[in-house]
């Protein structure tokens, strides 16, 4: 099947345009999931226009966090991973470390992925290769530094690794996986459970990129299935395996 990656592409840079109009309202409209998990009228909107991704793809199923689950999911060949915006919380603050995030999967692997900060860049990639639009244009300089979730900053997860590995607080783990794929940050740690819908669209970006992406244990991602993963790290090869030869990450985990 020939994919229109073109068109993929403008329903997404679509839906980053009207959430930036969004960001601007004073009266935005939010609810609590529960959780202190918030929602906003810009991740429903953008959700509806992310919808229209399943009609450029027949057959395929979307697979959203503002949409209820079906394992049904389980036994389409194309499924769309998608979160609307990753990073709500940042989001509703006006904080501009927010991402769309999503991965067209087929068997298991994506075959397109697309991260939009609409901030910064719309960072995607198509059967391995990379490509950006929509850049904003300022010094991207790289930090040497590991990019890690504020909630789980603020929650003191990473007290006990301040001490091994030079942490940088940014929002939204798309985001933070796409700037690492960018090469302008070292790498990226999250010690908490995510969802597919979290991870799927930027661990493709680093896999692109030639680098590498895994749980905590070291393990590959597959996606299209029924369990969350078991954190995250990513980056150079050779910087993942060393830092999980020096530090056991698994005993940092954080089931919530």
């Known amino acids: 099947m020939k994919l229109p990656v073109d068109k993929f592409l403008e329903v997404i840079a ?4 009207e959430i930036m109009k969004l960001s601007m ?4 409209k939010v609810t609590d999931k529960g ?12 959700n509806d ?11 395929s199923w979307f697979f959203s966090e503002e949409n209820e689950d079906d394992l049904i999911r389980l036994e389409k060949e194309y499924v769309w991973i998608v979160d609307p915006i990753d990073g709500t919380r940042e989001f509703v603050k006006q904080i501009p470390e927010y991402a769309i995030s999503v991965s067209l999967v087929r068997r298991e692997k994506s075959l397109f992925s697309a991260v939009y900060n609409p ?6 990639q198509f059967n391995g290769t990379r490509g950006t639009l929509n850049k904003v244009e300022y010094d991207r300089v790289y930090k040497p530094t590991v990019c890690v979730s504020r909630s789980e900053w603020n929650k003191d997860f990473f007290k006990n690794l301040e001490s091994e590995l030079d942490l940088e607080v940014i929002g939204s783990i798309a985001y933070k996986l796409s700037l690492v794929a960018q090469k302008r940050h070292l790498g990226v740690i999250s010690l908490c459970p995510k969802n597919e819908w979290d991870i799927a ?27 969350l993963a078991f954190g995250i790290i ?14 056991d990450l698994s005993k940092h985990f954080a089931k919530h």
């Open 35 to 46: 959780g202190n998990d918030p929602l906003s009228e810009a991740d429903l909107l953008a």
């Open 25 to 28: 309202k004073e009266d935005l």
């Open 234 to 247: 990513a980056g150079e090869e050779d910087w993942v395996k060393e830092v999980l030869t020096k530090i």
């Open 49 to 59: 226009i992310l919808s229209e991704l399943k009609d450029l793809v027949p057959g």
């Open 201 to 227: 669209g930027g661990v493709a970006l680093i896999e692109a990129a030639g680098m590498v992406a895994c749980d905590l244990y070291g393990r590959k991602f597959h996606f299209n299935r029924s369990d």
């Open 119 to 124: 901030n910064d860049s719309l960072e995607y």
């Open 14 to 17: 679509r839906a980053g345009t």
